[in-house]
C-alpha cells in the first residue's frame, strides 16, 4: 500500500541523499553499490544496549528511504537499505563498516550515531573513498583534515559551546555556573567557551 507520505522532489535532492549527488555522476561508473536499477545505502546505529533509543536515526531515515523507492527511486534506482546494530560500541562499529563496504559493497554511508563510533570508521571510509553524510556528531575531529568524501551536518560543539555560554551569561546574566561532566568532547568545548567569557568578565564556574 503506498506511503501517504509524499517527498518534494526539491527536497529529496536535498542532504540525505544528493549532497552527494555531483560525486556519483564522477564516480558512480567505478564503484560498487551503484547501478542502473540499484543504490546501496547503509548506517550504523546502536539498536540494541544501553544508547538504543538513539537507533530511531537509523530506522527513521530507512522510512524516508522507502517513501523515495514508493515515488519511482532515484532517476529509476531503487535504493537498497542496510542498518548495522553496533550498539554504540567502536569495535563492533568497525566490524560492521567493514562486512557492509567488503562484502555488501555499499556504495555510501548516511548518519551513523556517535562521535567515537564514528572515529572508529573515519580512516577507513576515507581510505575506501566512500561517500559518508550528516553523522550524528558535531566533534571537530570528522573535518580536519578536510575529506572530500565526506559531508557533515551538525553544529560543531565548539560553535554550540559559544552560542549556549554567550546565552546564558550576556542574555540571562548568570553570574554562577555549573558544569556535568557527562560527554567528555562537549564537556571540554563548553568548559573552553566559559573559560574564554570568565577572562572577559566576573564570572564563577563550579565544576
Known amino acids: 500500500m503506498p506511503s501517504r507520505l509524499t517527498v518534494p522532489r526539491v527536497l529529496w535532492r536535498r542532504p540525505v541523499i544528493a549532497s552527494t549527488s555531483s560525486r556519483i555522476r564522477a564516480d558512480a561508473a567505478a564503484r560498487p553499490g551503484f547501478d542502473d536499477k540499484e543504490i546501496r545505502i547503509a548506517q550504523w546505529g546502536p539498536q540494541t544496549g544501553p544508547a538504543a533509543p538513539w537507533g530511531s536515526v537509523a530506522r527513521g531515515s530507512g522510512l524516508l528511504f522507502n517513501v523515495v523507492n514508493e515515488q519511482g527511486g532515484i532517476h529509476g ?92 551569561v550576556e542574555k540571562k546574566k548568570f553570574k554562577k555556573i555549573t558544569l556535568f561532566r557527562i560527554y567528555r568532547i562537549i564537556y571540554h568545548s563548553f568548559h573552553l567557551q566559559l573559560f574564554i567569557l570568565k577572562m572577559e568578565m566576573e564570572l564563577a564556574i563550579i565544576i
Open 77 to 168: 534506482r531503487m535504493i537498497k537499505y542496510f542498518i548495522r546494530d553496533d550498539q554504540y560500541n567502536p569495535s563492533q562499529t568497525m566490524a560492521a563498516v567493514r562486512d557492509l563496504v567488503d562484502r555488501q559493497g555499499v556504495f555510501a554511508f548516511v548518519g551513523g550515531v556517535g562521535t567515537a563510533p564514528g572515529l572508529a570508521v573515519r580512516d577507513y571510509l576515507r581510505q575506501k573513498k566512500i561517500i559518508w553524510t550528516a553523522v550524528c556528531t558535531g566533534a571537530k575531529g570528522f573535518y580536519e583534515p578536510h575529506n572530500p568524501y565526506f559531508w557533515g551536518m551538525w553544529v560543531l560543539y565548539e560553535d554550540d559551546g559559544s552560542i549556549i555560554a554567550k546565552f546564558l
